[in-house]
């Protein structure tokens, strides 16, 4: 079956640098979506990809869907302790869009 | 209401005992889906409704689960006889209309605790 995985699992990063999560699917995506989750509370939509190679910014965020659809990363410049959380991509199932299958997410962590 | 509301918030419950988790979508809102959380995990998708029909049992774990959708809006996830397995929080989500490319809205989840 379709699988959407995330790297890497895990980031500590230190408030100001960079980071950066990628979403890799087993099969060609129609779109993409992102959501963030905050520890403790429920995963929030960020956005969505639907054209190859798109790319959308939203201030410091970054978003790329793969020029495949197969792939897509969110790079988050200058972190800052309010980007804690965990970021999940999602696309439509392999058995339908109806079911969308959530990667396994990359937990985000900031050091002030 | 403003959001996607659920309850409860919190259920701690014996093994072999029945449950019901509710969820309130957005009005209007046709689409809604329900996603089980197991702690530090990804979202593990269970069911959707188009108004009162499910049309897609599949992704329920086990026939213990199931749910139900009544006048479009309301839906209840039912586990019977629960299993320490079944602790996870249960998301439920919901979208204008049932498409590829809408967003879903979240509500806070009803955090199951089986003991």
């Known amino acids: 079956g379709q699988q959407v995985m995330q790297i890497p699992q895990y980031q500590h990063v230190q408030e100001g640098e960079d980071f950066t999560t990628y979403c890799n699917s087993s099969t060609t995506l129609s779109n993409i979506q992102w959501y963030k989750q905050r520890p403790g509370g429920h995963p929030v939509f960020l956005i969505q990809?639907?054209?190859?190679?798109e790319v959308k910014k939203q201030k410091r965020l970054t978003f790329q869907f793969g020029e495949k659809k197969k792939n897509s990363s969110l790079h988050i410049t200058a972190t800052q302790t309010t980007d804690v959380g965990t970021y999940f991509c999602?696309?439509?199932?392999?058995?339908?869009?109806?079911?969308?299958?959530f990667g396994t997410g990359t937990k985000l962590q900031v050091i002030p | 209401g403003a959001g996607v509301s659920q309850s409860p918030s919190n259920k701690v419950t014996e093994k072999g005992k029945d449950v019901e988790l509710r969820c309130d979508p957005i009005s209007g809102h046709t689409a809604l889906y329900w996603y089980r959380q197991s702690l530090g995990q990804g979202l593990e998708f269970l069911i959707y409704?188009?108004?009162?029909?499910?049309?897609?049992k599949s992704g329920l774990p086990s026939d213990r689960f199931s749910a139900e959708r009544t006048g479009g809006s309301v839906s209840t996830l039912t586990i019977q006889r629960t299993q320490q397995e079944d602790s996870a929080v249960y998301l439920c989500?919901?979208?204008?209309?049932?498409?590829?490319?809408?967003?879903?809205?979240f509500g806070q989840g009803t955090r199951l605790t089986v003991v």
């Open positions: 999602a696309g439509p199932g392999s058995g339908g869009y109806q079911k969308v299958t």
């Open positions: 990809l639907v054209k190859s190679g």
């Open positions: 989500a919901s979208s204008p209309r049932l498409a590829e490319n809408t967003e879903a809205f």
């Open positions: 409704f188009q108004g009162n029909s499910a049309p897609d």
